[in-house]
């Protein structure tokens, strides 16, 4: 366990040098540091201990001409360091909610992990923020979960994208933190929107009004 603290400055658009903070969260022994690991150094390890606290790693990475930092955060999963990781959820960009296919109960704990994430993070309303569910470990024969039954949960609660993966074999994994950063791009196009739109409002409504001061 690492324990950095990061701070980041408070963010309108992305710009080119862009700085974006996705966090890995569930179950303890899902395989986040292993998705972590295959992503950014392109290694694997089979007898990787248990993270403590939390931990992250930086990487470069260009989506759809977009320049951007990726830094992906790695908690801990097991129940016993809860308090050690809920304080690093603010300022997340996007969080990937993991479970592992061989694994039933640790897809049934994402209502859990999207509970946390929203309550630590101070996150309004969860159904519009950038998630991303990742089902790992795709090359164990022994699976539990169907794609099926993934797919309507995404669908129930916010059309969340779902990425089968596998850190062993790197399955999907490159596609799993690209889409992480699209989402993000995507939601950041819409605010400037928003603010663009709302500057013409109020300028329209001071030239009809003229009792107004
Ligand atoms: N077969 C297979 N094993 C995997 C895969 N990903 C991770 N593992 C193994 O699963 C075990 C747990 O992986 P971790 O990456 O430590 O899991 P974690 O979610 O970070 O666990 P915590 O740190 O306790 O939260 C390790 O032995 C990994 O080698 C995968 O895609 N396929």
Not at 5 to 10: F, M, S, T
Not at 43 to 52: E, G, P
Not at 68 to 91: H, N
Not at 134 to 149: A, F, H, I, T
Request: hydrophobic content about 35%; aromatic content about 10%.
């Amino acid at each position: 366990a690492q324990g950095a603290r990061v701070q980041r400055g408070h963010r309108n658009a992305v710009s080119p040098s862009a700085l974006l903070k996705v966090i890995l969260l569930g179950d303890g022994g899902v395989g986040k540091s292993s998705l972590m690991n295959r992503y950014v150094t392109n290694k694997f390890d089979s007898h990787l201990f248990h993270t403590i606290g939390v931990e992250f790693l930086n990487k470069e990475l260009e989506v759809d001409g977009h320049h951007v930092t990726l830094q992906i955060w790695d908690t801990a999963g097991q129940e016993r360091f809860r308090s050690l990781r809920t304080p690093f959820y603010r300022g997340s960009d996007c969080c990937l909610l993991t479970f592992s296919l061989d694994d039933g109960q640790s897809f049934h704990n994402l209502d859990n992990w999207k509970k946390e994430f929203a309550y630590y993070a101070d996150v309004k309303d969860p159904d519009s923020f950038p998630f991303v569910v990742l089902g790992n470990k795709l090359d164990v024969p022994e699976r539990q979960v169907s794609g099926e039954d993934v797919r309507r949960w995404c669908r129930d609660n916010g059309g969340h994208p779902y990425f089968e993966t596998s850190a062993k074999d790197a399955t999907n994994v490159a596609s799993a933190f690209e889409e992480a950063v699209r989402r993000i791009l995507a939601l950041d196009d819409r605010a400037d929107h928003l603010i663009h739109t709302n500057t013409v409002d109020l300028e329209k409504k001071t030239h009809s009004d003229p009792t107004c001061c």
